[in-house]
């Protein structure tokens, strides 16, 4: 017998196609974008974050069932308040737009890296809550392995984004000059960190896009295992 969720209108697949799609737009606004300013990256990470944490939100009821609903709504709520934060105009500044950008690459990356490997460990035991008693309670299965790897993946991905960001000066300023073109310029850390956001993006947006259209494998379907039955019993008379 199938779970409820193999028999809802969305799937998984349907939250990573329409994450990848946000990521994917992110990621050409910013590689096309001449201007890689505060301003400007922070009105992209806004964007991309609400409309990310609404696809989240959205799946806790359309697509996880009771049991497996925690990570979707502690990536979608976090992903959304960071995308709201990154709205507000007086954070639109060079710390501004590393401080949130940072909090909520390790934030959402360490829910998924954690929910992934749940998923990916499978269904715990009974724990034994006295001696020769076990907690009745049903076993939640924490999801397909499938999707708990992808999780793992873009939680890595998540977490490596705000340690890069970490690393680059923010008062960076290295001013060049193009002879050639008898153009000069100045190379800041917010234009490193923009286009570093712009990679992840592309990055995630490329893995999400791929896992989303890959055929699913029959033991990437999710299950319900029924209450275990008795033995067929013999009429004793």
Known sequence: MTSASSDRTFDVRHVQIARAAWAALAAVMITFSPDHSAPVGMSVFSGFAIATGLVLLLSVWLVYPAGRRWPAAALGGSTLVAGMVGGLVPLRTVTGFFSVVIAWAVVSGLIELVAGWRAMRGPRARREIAPGVTDARPVIDPGPHSEGRDAVVVGAFSILLGVALALVPAGYALTYRVEEAGMT??????IIAVGIFGVYAAIVAVYLGIAGFSPRKEADVVTATPAS??????DPV
């Open 185 to 190: 310029g100045t190379l800041t850390g917010i």
């Open 229 to 234: 039955a008795p033995a067929d019993q013999k």
